[in-house]
């Protein structure tokens, strides 16, 4: 598998993003996953708002959530089936404005996917759009998959032998976001203006239709959910403080 970044311009609100696309990506192979950032779906989209005060980003972020908490660090929000902070509303690389998450990213990877098939005149395509967010317990960000269209998202071990000939009973594996994760960490998330990503040779099902609802898990069934939950009941009345990281030692 290869992960290409493109460079590009800087992509301006209200764009044409499948010309973007062209202009950036002439050429396309059979078999290509084309990654474009969630960033530059908003602003094609003009999924932006005017930087007033904190009042205006702490609307916004409950207009855009289906459910938000504030904690000591950010506003812990629930989209779309997905967690994170502050409902995916960025200020980075966004010319003094908040850029919000797209509307649809599916729709709008379906959209990308039959045009660019079109222009490509390929058979086998996917568009994959990307987010970053921080994983619980871990610093740093790490990519995710926000939709995608033209493969299969999960790879179903289950039924099927391991090397030791034991049938697997719980083992898939999520495709959009552990490539998400490797284009993400490639593209940069500064000043790289890399908001677009060639992979070849992944070898995955490419489809007609995408399973929107495949790689969501309802927060009922979630097996980190009774963790969490017994963590809140021993700390109820606490004070949590921040981590803090320990000193180095000096050398002697």
């Known amino acids: ?3 290409r970044p493109i460079k590009t311009r800087i992509f301006k609100e209200r764009e044409n993003l499948v010309d973007f696309i062209v202009a950036h990506i002439p ?36 207009q855009e959530s289906d459910f938000a908490i504030r ?26 404005k908040l850029i919000l998450l797209p509307k649809d990213s599916f729709k709008t990877a379906s959209v990308l996917l039959r045009e660019l098939k079109k222009r490509y005149k390929l058979k086998k395509l996917g568009i ?3 987010d970053s967010r921080v994983l619980a317990l871990r610093a740093g960000a790490v990519g995710v998959s926000m939709g995608y269209a033209g493969f299969r998202g999960i790879k179903d071990y289950r039924g099927t032998p391991d090397m030791f000939g034991r049938t697997m009973k719980i083992s ?16 940069g998330e500064g000043d790289e203006r890399q908001p677009l990503a060639v992979v070849t040779g992944l070898p995955v099902e490419f489809v007609e ?14 097996m980190y959910r009774p963790f969490f939950e017994e963590v809140k009941k021993k700390n109820r009345g606490k004070t949590i403080e921040p981590y803090k990281r320990p000193a180095p030692r000096r050398k002697r």
Do not use: C, F
């Open 209 to 222: 239709r995408t399973q929107r609802k495949e790689l969501v898990i309802p927060p009922e069934h979630d």
């Open 1 to 3: 598998m290869e992960v």
């Open 172 to 187: 898939r594996s999520n495709i959009p976001d552990a490539l998400s994760s490797a284009a993400v960490l490639v593209m």
């Open 128 to 130: 994959l759009i990307t």
């Open 27 to 62: 050429r396309v192979k059979e078999g290509t996953i084309i990654v474009v950032t969630s960033k530059i779906v908003a602003l094609a989209e003009g999924r932006t708002l005017e930087i007033e005060d904190e009042t205006t980003r702490e609307k916004a972020i409950k």
């Open 71 to 96: 904690t000591m660090y950010t506003w812990l929000t629930l989209k779309d089936g997905l967690l994170m902070s502050s409902a995916g509303i960025d200020e980075s690389n966004a010319d003094g």
